[in-house]
């Protein structure tokens, strides 16, 4: 296993990368991380670089839900990063091209969990996370294919780098959500007002609480922070991916739990 140093040099690459919009390379082999769980524990390191940009981690997202992006990522299972407090944005937002390397987003169902899902508890179920789950909203994710050739970095890389991620865009937390059939919620996407895409939550692992559970199985299973009460939880998209260029206007809806708009600025 690498030590702290080992781990604060590969993580400031990735770090200086990231900030000056740099297509991320391969690291050097020898700071590589080797498996799943190195690129965890990297991506804790690059999370304390990045925290005083970014804000506070204030969540996770989870990527790589469905076959569909795993065929298209070469990628077997789901992979999770951090979200930070200055990229969480409400409702209607915008984003200039410029703060991208390739601007993407995604059509998700996000939660915000009432209570913490403590290692000691797992292994978790869809029906054992339900008591964790306070509100239920709908989300873009908004994503950054920052890297020169993904396949190229290898999935514990990936996993370092947040896997993707660059922020969101929530909606109103619904509260009142155990009446709602999840997995057959229909969402769509939508850019410059014209249909894109469509999908249902049942695209998320078959539920979107499947993917709430695997994501508090793997934290325990890496020895990482437990999801906690307050956190935020990017689920998975329901619609491949969605590439954007300026002057872009995109739309998210899922039904029962509203619409959700972002421009984005030339």
Known sequence: MANSKHWTSAARILVEQRRSLIPIEPLPESLRPRDETEGYLLQQ?????????LGRPVGHKIGCTTPVMQAFLGIPSPCAGNVYARGVLRGSARVPRSGFVKLGIECEIAVELARDLAPQDAPFDRDSVVP??????????????????FRT????T??????FHSGCVLGEPVTHWQHLDLAKLAGATSIDAA???RGTGASVMGHP???L????NSRARHGLDPLRAGELVLLGSLV??????????????IEELGALELAVDR
């Open 209 to 211: 609480f499947n993917a």
């Open 240 to 253: 491949q991916t969605k590439w954007l260029s300026a002057g872009a206007r995109l739309g998210v809806e």
């Open 213 to 216: 559970a695997w994501l508090a």
């Open 132 to 149: 964790a789950v306070g509100a239920v909203m709908a989300a873009i994710e908004i994503v950054d294919e920052r890297y020169r050739d």
């Open 45 to 53: 390191e690059v999370k304390r670089l990045l925290a005083p940009a």
């Open 195 to 197: 249909v894109v895409g």
């Open 158 to 163: 990936l996993i370092a780098d947040d896997f």
């Open 153 to 156: 970095l290898g999935m514990p």
